[in-house]
Nanobody, 118 residues
């Protein structure tokens, strides 16, 4: 059974850092583009960052450029999101997504809460 399990969320003060992890299983992780999305209360889910299957290309939302870094370890079937200089507006549930661009097959994790109090 395909699983994406996020971890690393929590409560952090403004200016602090967190590192999210997403461990994948039961599919060929190295074929999939991996993304982090987030959804704040009352708002739509938005793309935060993605990384290509081989890890060469990355893309970030303007709101997190220069503060967040996405990376992956294909040997460990894990994708990471290093979040620095956190702001209250970063408060959201963060979701991991795997997408195989050839077939548009897509999987989602259950989400992990990140809270940055104002």
């Amino acid at each position: 059974q395909v699983q994406l399990v996020e971890s690393g969320g929590g409560l952090v003060q403004p200016g602090g850092s967190l590192r999210l992890s997403c461990a994948a299983s039961a599919f060929t992780f190295s074929l999939y583009r991996m993304s982090w999305y987030r959804q704040a209360p009352g708002k739509e889910r938005e793309l935060v960052a993605f990384i290509s299957s081989g890890g060469v290309s990355t893309h970030y939302a303007d709101s997190v450029k220069g503060r967040f870094t996405i990376s992956r370890d294909n040997a460990k079937n894990t994708v990471y999101l290093q979040m620095n200089s956190l702001k209250p507006e970063d408060t959201a549930v963060y979701y991991c997504n795997a997408e195989w661009l050839v077939s548009s097959r897509s999987y989602w994790g259950q989400g992990t809460q990140v809270t940055v109090p104002s």
